[in-house]
């Protein structure tokens, strides 16, 4: 299956200062040809929109061949996590016992996860740019 990226997508695949509702066309664009570069990663989504969206809907924003690959939501996190996006990640691989498959976050916000975990972080003001790219397509071949 290749390694779960787990995106988030406010800051990532939209800049904080764009439309609330959509995403940056090159934002969107960088990350659906990184993704092309590693055709067996799956993707989860982990962004908030998840409790406003259905999973169809989400997967509606990408492309066809990107969205076939979007596998699922992770689950909301009621407890007062420290690392509440981390917390998710780890309920849904454990809820899908693939506890051992490696991953990636994707999010613009590191005070979501620990020190250490296989995060690929973005700056919220310039989203997922090329830079993004090239450093994604390095962490799923690595």
């Known amino acids: 299956m290749g390694k779960l990226i787990f995106l988030?997508?406010?800051?990532?695949l939209r800049r904080?200062?764009?439309n609330p509702s959509q995403f940056d066309r090159d934002c969107l664009d960088n990350f659906e040809s990184a993704m092309r570069q590693?055709?067996?990663?799956?993707i989860v989504i982990s962004s908030?929109?998840?409790?406003?969206?259905?999973l169809?809907?989400?997967r509606s924003r990408f492309s066809p061949d990107i969205a076939v690959r979007i596998i699922g939501i992770t689950p909301e996190n009621l407890e007062d996590e420290p690392h509440a996006r981390h917390?998710?990640?780890?309920?849904?691989?454990?809820?899908?016992?693939?506890?051992?498959?490696?991953?990636?976050?994707?999010?613009?916000?590191?005070?979501?996860?620990?020190?250490?975990?296989?995060?690929l972080?973005?700056?919220?003001?310039?989203?997922?740019d090329?830079?993004?790219?090239?450093?994604?397509?390095k962490m799923l071949h690595e």
């Open 56 to 58: 169809k809907e989400l």
């Open 121 to 128: 972080l973005t700056d919220s003001h310039s989203g997922f």
């Open 38 to 42: 590693c055709s067996v990663s799956k």
């Open 48 to 54: 908030t929109w998840r409790l406003a969206l259905s």
């Open 87 to 119: 917390a998710e990640i780890l309920a849904f691989m454990q809820e899908k016992k693939i506890t051992a498959l490696p991953w990636v976050a994707i999010d613009d916000d590191p005070s979501h996860f620990p020190p250490g975990s296989p995060l």
């Open 8 to 12: 988030d997508f406010d800051g990532v």
């Open 16 to 18: 904080t200062t764009s």
């Open 130 to 137: 090329t830079a993004c790219a090239a450093r994604l397509i």
